[in-house]
């Protein structure tokens, strides 16, 4: 640990949230962070003081799994979609006496930022919650999953447009000593773009799943792995159908999404493989939903033509 972390002001305007059954440990922790000069730290017995405990802009949440009266994965996605608790980019970290590889794979697949293995020393705790002061991973934003991305660089498949910056209260606090003001309009910006991102991740997968089955390679061996990605693509666009038909801005993404289901369950069904003129139309119609949402509506009067031009092909044939 470096020395601007050791020095005894470090955590001083920092709120933390200590979830541990473990009284033994909990004051271990809790006089580390202490010595550090925190002072807004709240220890938690069970779930249901955590869940009460969180809702304010906490900085950090330092839980154990296995914290009585709850599944801590499902605690961790109601932070980070804002469901409970005032700041759903708390840096969380998990605590774990002992798990198997898949109870670690479900435990960052629920949106933590790190997780320790206990036991553990109270200033190894610190100093694995003092790096991200320093740097925070982006977030992934996708419909089933809010939280840091694992991955070490850009993929460029069109899944990095799920990634937002993620702002860093903890970082603002103990580095840059923002004021509270300035803290909150900056959690409040980020909650607006974590709330568009989820907006669009429907629209961004309808699109990835497209160019997946135009790219798929063509031949008998690979229709049926087509035919699977078009049934998924006509799940999604029947979930967005549902989503947009009753709102007044975004009614005519409904529109196109009814489209791009019934060709996908066309090819789906399809005994050969799928029309290279269907795939192509899927794809266009899927970056048309997307447009028509990103422009609130400004593009609507293009939905009929675009229905129409789909209805005559469908028509047709």
Known sequence: MNRAMSNEHFYRSVQ???????????RTITSAFFARGMRDLSVCTDADQLRKAVNSQVDIVLCDVAIPKSDFCEISQDIRHGRIGGNPFTVLIAMTGGATQDDVARVLKSGVDDLIFKPAEAEAVVSRIGAFARRRNPFVVTPGYIGPTRRD??????????VIEVPNTLRAKVVQSGRAADLQSLVESGVSGLNEKKAQSGLRVICRLARRVVQQESGPAHAAEARRTLGMLANK???????????ATTRHVAAIAERISRLARRGEKAPGEPSLVELNLLLQLSDAALAAFLTAGRSSGLVPEIVAVVEEYLGRN
């Open 16 to 26: 933390m949230v200590l979830g541990d059954p473990d009284a033994a440990f909990s």
């Open 153 to 162: 660089a850009r993929r460029n498949d069109g899944s990095d447009d799920d």
């Open 237 to 247: 666009a029947d979930e967005l159908m549902l989503e947009h038909r009753s709102a």
